[in-house]
């Protein structure tokens, strides 16, 4: 027994060291009240040097929007507040083929994934509220997809607005 359970620690310690993702939300002081009132929201493109992945964060954030109620406006004139966001990519170097192979399945790009994105909800020019999600490569670490981590950053955003 006492072998077993440290062989289900030093899985458990395996397991964990994986991929550390963090998140965060962020309302100006001030602003809540404003937040519980969005009815519209105009989705930019979002900052990012894939426009493929960036289309698809754009579109994921879109599919989080539409079930809490809040209209999606094709032009930033008649929408409450404005989406804008980034995407940051890393790029580290690889020993297995196996995890090149990963990698490339989450970016595109042999050795590169997103690890970052970034979410504003401007009102004008003032940024009222902001979420963002972030992975850091550890050992043994398969990345979260671009939609992942945007799901995951969307997720956030609609907890903000109170949806």
């Given at each position: ?71 999606i406006m094709n032009t930033k004139t008649n929408a409450d507040v404005v989406v804008q966001g980034s995407i ?76």
């Amino acid at each position: 027994m006492k072998y077993f359970k440290l062989f289900m620690f030093c899985c458990l310690l395996t397991f964990l060291d994986g991929c550390a993702t963090t998140g965060t939300s962020n309302i100006q002081q001030g602003k809540e009240s404003e937040l519980s009132q969005i009815s519209s929201v105009a989705v930019e493109p979002f900052m990012s040097s894939d426009a493929v992945i960036a289309e698809a964060v754009r579109n994921t954030i879109i599919e989080m929007l539409i079930p809490s109620g809040v209209k999606i406006m094709n032009t930033k004139t008649n929408a409450d507040v404005v989406v804008q966001g980034s995407i940051t990519f890393s790029n580290d170097a690889v020993t297995s083929a196996g995890a090149t192979r990963n990698y490339a399945a989450a970016v595109g790009t042999a050795g590169g994934y997103v690890s970052g994105i970034t979410i504003r909800l401007l009102k004008g020019d003032e940024i009222i509220a902001a979420a963002s999600e972030t992975q850091v490569r550890t050992s043994m670490w398969i990345p979260d997809p671009a939609e992942v981590m945007a799901r995951k950053a969307g997720n956030r955003i609609r907890k903000m607005i109170g949806r």
